[in-house]
């Protein structure tokens, strides 16, 4: 009677063509994240600033809070930065005028730096 099983060669083989294949997937799959994180915050950012132009065209001064937008329905929710996934991080930039209120423009308050080498709090 024969054994029947793998020998250990072709168990090494195999487990080398898999880590071959890992090994060229995993990069890719990082940078996509990366990218796709990149590409949520700049359509966030879109949409909180067209929010905030909306909010100001109506009513003639800037929102005092970001939940003023949501408050006024201009968004259903404020919403969370990818990079620190939370929706209380996002920076608020104030008018010149403060008088027309406090919020004229918003930019993420995430660190570090996007695929094109800017910093990600200056978009």
């Not at 990218?35 to 909010?55: F, N, P, T, W």
């Amino acid at each position: 009677m024969r054994n029947r099983g793998f020998t250990m060669i072709e168990l090494l083989v195999t487990l080398a063509i898999l880590g071959l294949l890992v090994s060229l997937a995993v990069p890719r799959y990082f940078g996509n994240i990366d990218k796709s994180k990149e590409d949520v915050l700049r359509e966030d950012l879109y949409l909180m600033r067209d929010a905030i132009d909306k909010y100001y065209s109506d009513r003639g001064r800037y929102p005092a809070e970001f939940d003023d937008l949501v408050t006024g329905l201009y968004l259903r929710r404020i919403p969370l930065d990818p990079f620190t996934r939370s929706s209380h991080s996002w920076a608020a930039i104030a008018p010149e005028d403060p008088s027309q209120g406090a919020i004229a423009d918003v930019r993420s308050g995430a660190a570090g730096k996007g695929r094109d080498g800017t910093w990600l709090k200056d978009w």
